[in-house]
């Protein structure tokens, strides 16, 4: 039996081991290799740099299927979250949008999904075709519909198998008998695929994909679902290093919340928002979406991250923009290969976290 002890910030209490792990935490299904066609004139390669020069038009007719023109670092890896907001069957259906999420997309190693609305994998599946048809080799993995109203929602991941594999029998829903969040989180491993004469070991990391209630992270209470998401967090890496040696743990995807702002999530030693304060909605004036990293064990962290803003990226308007989503995706590099903490006694949890 899973408990949830409530309390005060000032008598938070240890939780055990597997307070989020359990009998609830499955996964709904693997998507197959499917794929995408590449629209006009995008080009992401200079995220290398940090800036992105894109000319393109949502509304331009979409070519056939091309070669990737993306090159992508061989000794790094970049990660990104993206919010693709009310992720159906309507938005999976436009070729163009389609277009610019795919486009977006494969220029990363492994994006974590928030807002998908089907109750099956069909919209990420196009997502992965419409990828792969313009040379790519993506797959996906998809969670339970989740939520407490009709209104539910789907995390994904999607990753590029070329250079990423997705640790078997590492993904689940974090296990909330109390029903402490409107959405459970999800989350997975992956590991880097590194050449055998390196002689080096891959990097793996642990990815934990979140979407909060807007409603829920108002208040300073313990029922704040980023007062709740701490324990998530500690928990999972407490229990990830103790089954698979893991430290790297990253929680990423949307908190509804702004930089400074994360209460007792943001409070976790060493836990840091490597996006900074960037706004993260498309239309430019908030932040909602974080990526964060414990900077005192994953020294992986290339010190590299940012947001991407597609309006300018693919010369959209405002009004093409919304059709895509109403986030902005963020992202964070870090070095293909695995490497040391900084010590023995931060790789290794404390627990508590404090």
Same mark, same amino acid.
């Given at each position: 039996?899973? $408990?949830?002890?409530?309390r005060?910030?000032?008598t938070?209490?240890?939780?055990p081991l597997?307070?989020f +792990?359990?009998?609830?935490a /499955?996964?709904a299904?693997l998507l197959?290799? &499917? ?6 004139g ?6 290398d740099?940090g800036?992105?020069?894109v ?7 979409r070519p056939a =299927?091309?070669?990737? /023109? ?5 000794? @790094? ?11 159906g069957?309507?938005?999976a ?11 977006i997309c ?6 974590a ?5 089907? =109750?099956?994998?069909?919209? &990420?599946? @196009? &997502?992965?075709?419409?990828i792969?048809?313009?040379?790519g080799r ?5 969670? =339970?519909?989740l939520?407490?109203?009709?209104q539910?929602e789907?995390?994904?991941?999607i $990753?590029d198998t ?6 078997p ?6 296990n909330?008998a #109390?029903d402490r969040?409107?959405r ?6 992956f590991?880097?695929?590194?050449p ?8 793996k990391f *642990?990815l ?8 829920e992270v108002k208040?300073?209470g313990p ?8 324990d998530?967090?500690?928990s999972?890496r407490?229990?990830?290093y103790? @089954?698979?040696?893991?430290?790297? +743990?990253? &929680? ?8 400074g ?5 943001g409070?976790?030693?060493g836990?840091?928002?490597v996006?900074?304060d ?6 430019g004036?908030k932040q909602h979406?974080h990526f964060l990293?414990?900077?005192?064990t994953t ?6 991250a940012g947001? +991407? %803003?597609f ?5 959209l *308007?405002? #009004? ?5 989503s %109403?986030?902005? =995706?963020?992202w ?5 290969? #695995?490497q040391?903490a900084?010590?023995a ?10």
């Amino acid at each position: 039996m899973f $408990w949830f002890r409530k309390r005060s910030r000032s008598t938070k209490s240890r939780l055990p081991l597997t307070r989020f +792990i359990g009998p609830g935490a /499955t996964i709904a299904g693997l998507l197959a290799l &499917l794929g995408f066609g590449v629209t006009k004139g995008v080009d992401f390669s200079k995220l290398d740099s940090g800036v992105a020069q894109v000319k393109s038009q949502l509304e331009a007719p979409r070519p056939a =299927p091309a070669v990737l /023109t993306s090159n992508k670092p061989t000794d @790094r890896i970049r990660i990104a979250s993206f919010n693709i907001q009310v992720f159906g069957d309507k938005k999976a259906s436009d070729n163009n949008v389609m277009g610019v999420l795919a486009n977006i997309c494969s220029h990363f190693d492994v994006v974590a999904i928030q807002e998908i609305k089907t =109750p099956d994998a069909r919209s &990420l599946d @196009r &997502l992965v075709e419409r990828i792969n048809a313009g040379g790519g080799r993506y797959a996906g993995i998809v969670s =339970p519909s989740l939520g407490r109203t009709s209104q539910t929602e789907q995390y994904g991941f999607i $990753w590029d198998t070329t250079r990423i594999r997705n640790v078997p029998n590492t993904t689940y829903v974090v296990n909330d008998a #109390e029903d402490r969040m409107h959405r459970e989180p999800m989350a997975s491993t992956f590991e880097t695929a590194v050449p055998p004469a390196s002689g080096r070991d891959g990097f793996k990391f *642990t990815l934990i994909n979140v979407h909060t209630d807007p409603d829920e992270v108002k208040t300073k209470g313990p029922d704040n679902e980023l007062n709740v998401l701490d324990d998530v967090y500690l928990s999972i890496r407490e229990f990830e290093y103790a @089954r698979q040696g893991e430290d790297d +743990i990253f &929680l990423l995807g949307d908190l509804n919340s702004g930089y400074g702002k994360l209460f007792e999530l943001g409070a976790i030693p060493g836990l840091e928002s490597v996006t900074g304060d960037q706004p993260t909605n498309t239309v430019g004036n908030k932040q909602h979406d974080h990526f964060l990293v414990d900077r005192s064990t994953t020294t992986e962290f290339t010190g590299a991250a940012g947001v +991407i %803003d597609f309006v300018a990226d693919f010369g959209l *308007t405002l #009004e093409q923009a919304k059709l895509v989503s %109403d986030h902005r =995706p963020i992202w964070a590099e870090f070095s293909a290969y #695995e490497q040391p903490a900084f010590t023995a006694v931060a790789a290794r949890p404390t627990g508590n976290g404090r």
